[in-house]
């Protein structure tokens, strides 16, 4: 029942990406402890939705840009590490890599979705010209739901089948290399401040430009 719940969740924050209400919710900052909360460990979805924000930070969706979803990221890596290996930083940052792939392949999903989506605005013009208004409602009805439903479905899948890998590989990793994962929980969030100042400096650099 986890699972089920977990995916809906994540399907209504990737929702407010693009598609509904744009209400800030699929920032990692906040899906990630939601996520967090739901599986028991709100602290480690904090931390998680913590990095992966400074790291993403500039990442915002314009036009017809499809973004990685970062609202998938911090979903399933908090998910993965909450449920498996709770507290274990070296699991939550082996969980953020193996997550950015899922995104990736998220994307041609999204793509085919948009070009359905494209359809049914054409199926809603037609109707227009032919005054059939009702065709408005029931097309943005059926966009929402199409969209909800691939995004729940593929959560759904990623959750299962990553969480397998997830513990495949964790269990497979050399010391070594969970050392060095443990390491990066302390570094990534000072690159992450790194990218941060990048970003507010250009934006300062743009701002003073354009009083000239």
Do not use: H
Not at 82 to 95: E, H, V, W
């Amino acid at each position: 029942m986890n699972i089920f719940l977990v995916s809906f969740v994540g399907a209504l924050c990737s929702a407010d990406i693009t598609f509904f209400g744009q209400f800030m919710i699929y920032r990692p900052i906040f899906c990630a402890p939601i996520i967090g909360f739901f599986s028991g460990d709100i602290i480690s979805g904090l931390c998680i939705g913590t990095i992966l924000e400074l790291f993403w930070i500039k990442t915002v969706p314009m036009g017809v840009v499809v973004i990685p979803d970062i609202t998938m990221i911090g979903i399933l890596s908090t998910f993965w590490t909450c449920t498996y290996f709770p507290g274990l930083k070296d699991a939550a940052i082996l969980s953020i890599f193996l997550a950015i792939p899922f995104t990736y392949l998220y994307r041609l999903v999204d793509i085919f979705g948009r070009k359905l989506n494209v359809k049914i605005m054409y199926w809603v013009e037609s109707g227009i010209k032919d005054a059939k208004n009702w065709r408005i409602e029931t097309g943005i009805c059926a966009g929402l739901l199409f969209f909800l439903s691939r995004a729940f479905l593929f959560y759904l899948f990623s959750i299962i089948i990553g969480g397998k890998l997830f513990c495949d590989i964790y269990a497979l990793s050399p010391k070594y290399i969970l050392s060095g994962f443990a390491k990066a929980w302390y570094l990534l969030p000072i690159a992450g401040f790194g990218v941060v100042y990048n970003v507010a400096s250009i934006r300062a650099l743009l701002f003073r430009n354009s009083g000239k």
